[in-house]
């Protein structure tokens, strides 16, 4: 069974920061690009950061470079999102995201709120 358990989330205030793990089981992780999404309240779900299957290769949505970091550790099969600097703009709910071909997954999701 495939699973994708996010971790992490939660209210910090702005200029804070968080950093999001996403724990993968019942797939090969380690062939798999990983991503963090995010959706926030009535907007669409949006690529935030991409890591590659061996992590040599990553990328990030333009307003987070910089401030989000995302990694990967095989050997623990999981996923994380570093988030430094974070402002209010960045509250939303925090989905991981595993491709590989044809074949994908989500996890639940993950709150973030940042607020003072």
């Known amino acids: 069974q495939v699973q994708l358990v996010e971790s992490g989330g939660g209210p910090v205030q702005p200029g804070g920061s968080l950093r999001l793990s996403c724990a993968a089981s019942g797939f090969t992780f380690s062939l798999y690009t990983m991503s963090w999404y995010r959706q926030a309240p009535g907007k669409e779900r949006e690529l935030v950061a991409t890591?590659?299957?061996?992590?040599?290769?990553?990328g990030y949505l333009g307003s987070v470079k910089g401030r989000f970091t995302i990694s990967r550790d095989n050997a623990k099969n999981t996923v994380y999102l570093q988030m430094n600097s974070l402002k209010a703009e960045d509250t939303a709910v925090y989905y991981c995201y595993a491709r590989r071909f044809a074949n994908d997954y989500w996890g639940q999701g993950t709150q973030v709120t940042v607020s003072s």
């Open positions: 890591i590659t299957s061996a992590g040599g290769s990553t």
